[in-house]
């Protein structure tokens, strides 16, 4: 499969009504700790958003409600990777993103035969304390030379800045939080992010 090279993650579809308009093709819904009931209906605004403006909408973690709500695509953390119901996933017809860190984590993902592999922070990154030093370039490059064709997206740290050295070094994608959401116009920085991606894939 083909990833669009901008994938953005938002914690709430007030994000993706917003942003999504923009031109953004693949978006991550990642809530935190909000009552199932409140998941559901962003997950509900979310798919609404996304199909009218032909964007890929990722569920993050909730693996059952995405199979409830009738979404394509799901990304898990190795936790939740551990305790997922893989059958009723794949039963269900969702594609699955994995995220990853280190080797043992690459192996147990691969094993879940994923539709792309996630691999971060490629830099420090203020979004959470991690328990793994920043990957840096040179690791996209290795994991893309294990993974072979499955899409390959980095995340962690990464600015419109960095776009370049993600991509050059084997990225098919480059994930953004903190870049747009805590920047003081994330309209205009979301335009950013889209016309640099995409510059970079016609010049590839």
Not at 62 to 70: C, M, N, R, S, V
Not at 136 to 145: F, M, P, T, V
Request: charged share 25%; proline share 5%.
């Amino acid at each position: 499969m083909t990833l669009d090279p901008f994938y953005l993650i938002v914690d709430s579809a007030d994000w993706i009504e917003w942003l999504v308009p923009l031109g953004v093709k693949l978006v991550q819904l990642r809530i935190k700790d909000r009552p199932s009931s409140e998941i559901r209906a962003d997950i509900r605004r979310a798919k609404a958003v996304c199909a009218a403006n032909g964007c890929q909408l990722v569920i993050n973690d909730y693996w059952q409600l995405a199979i409830e709500e009738g979404c394509d695509f799901l990304h898990l953390g190795q936790e939740d990777l551990a305790v997922a119901d893989l059958g009723a996933i794949r039963a269900a017809g969702l594609k699955l993103g994995v995220s990853t860190h280190d080797d043992a984590e690459l192996q147990t993902a691969l094993a879940a035969r994923p539709d792309y592999i996630a691999l971060g922070p490629i830099y420090p990154t203020i979004l959470k304390a991690m328990s793994w030093a920043p990957q840096g370039l040179e690791r996209i490059g290795a994991w893309k030379a294990r993974i072979g064709n499955i899409p390959l997206v980095a995340i962690g740290g990464l600015t419109v800045e960095r776009i370049s050295g993600v991509f050059e070094n084997g990225a098919d994608c480059a994930a953004v939080v903190t870049d747009i959401t805590r920047n003081p116009a994330p309209e205009s920085r979301t335009l950013e992010w889209l016309e640099s991606t995409r510059k970079h894939v016609s010049a590839s």
